[in-house]
């Protein structure tokens, strides 16, 4: 009898992914759901949290899930990670570039280690784990990249000057990196998500709620799933749900009349 696999489904414990921010939301919903599909993991994130859940993920999915604590804010952090696992002999098929930092704040008012932070964490640190680790894919012939960018590069609104910024050159390297890598064997992936469920942005539990159920969020479990599969695909850059891909152009010309009281109304929010 022939059983059908799932799409980027492996024998169990016969390859390694690599997940950055896996602690907590849309990293760990990709941890777990690479875990279901038989992948061994390492999870690097800034918050011990991890080492927890890492062996949650390892005992209901018989897989192996190791541990990395690391500041990735760095400019040297994606060099020494990707020493420390070439010395461990680690060998990854898929490397997610998940890990990242929410900012709704006016420039003017945002401190400069912010800006730093953010900067390395979302671009610097990102670009950098795709040169080392696409790189030892590319001699092997065979890998895969996923990289989180946002819809708020549609949405060059006050306050998310920085965020929207920094994530829209995550999804303009990306695309351009992807078609440097065809016919290679490696493929690069953009995923570009509106509101997401979770406590990144501050939202309390009851408006997280709210928001799945009227269709303003998404949940971080579908958010992984609809990223892996395109990353499987070897799409370059997805955005889900097609409400929100048509929306794009309202977003991108949106009126000062409308735009002036909506940074009116969210001035509360910065911080």
Same mark, same amino acid.
């Given at each position: ?38 992948? /061994?993991?390492?999870?690097? #994130? %800034? !918050? ?8 949650? +993920?390892?005992?209901? &999915? ?38 990242? /930092?929410?900012?709704?704040? #006016? %420039? !003017? ?8 932070? +953010?900067?390395?964490? &979302? ?149």
């Amino acid at each position: 009898m022939c059983f059908r696999r799932n799409r980027g489904e492996v024998v169990r414990g016969s390859a390694w992914a690599l997940v950055t921010g896996a602690a907590l939301g849309i990293g760990r919903q990709y941890a777990e759901q690479l875990a279901a599909l038989g992948y /061994n993991l390492l999870m690097v #994130d %800034i !918050l011990e949290a991890v080492s927890t859940e890492a062996v949650v +993920i390892a005992e209901r &999915h018989k897989v192996r899930c190791d541990v990395k604590v690391m500041d990735l804010a760095t400019s040297t952090a994606a060099r020494e990670l990707h020493a420390w696992t070439t010395e461990q002999g680690y060998v990854f098929d898929i490397v997610i570039n998940n890990a990242g /930092n929410f900012s709704f704040c #006016d %420039i !003017l008012n945002t401190p400069l280690e912010r800006i730093e932070r +953010i900067l390395l964490l &979302h671009d610097y640190t990102l670009t950098s784990m795709c040169r080392l680790y696409g790189e030892d894919m590319l001699k092997r012939g065979k890998g895969r990249l996923l990289n989180m960018s946002s819809y708020s590069i549609w949405m060059p609104f006050p306050g998310l000057a920085l965020y929207s910024a920094s994530k829209a050159y995550v999804k303009s390297f990306t695309e351009a990196f992807a078609k440097e890598l065809r016919g290679t064997g490696v493929s690069a992936t953009a995923i570009c998500p509106a509101g997401i469920a979770t406590d990144l942005y501050g939202l309390p539990k009851n408006l997280q709620k709210l928001g799945v159920k009227i269709g303003g969020l998404m949940t971080a479990k579908s958010c992984a799933r609809r990223g892996l599969k395109a990353m499987f695909k070897g799409r370059r850059v997805v955005v889900p749900d097609w409400w929100f891909r048509i929306l794009i152009p309202i977003c991108s010309f949106l009126p000062g009349f409308v735009i002036r009281p909506l940074r009116n109304f969210t001035q509360k929010w910065q911080k």
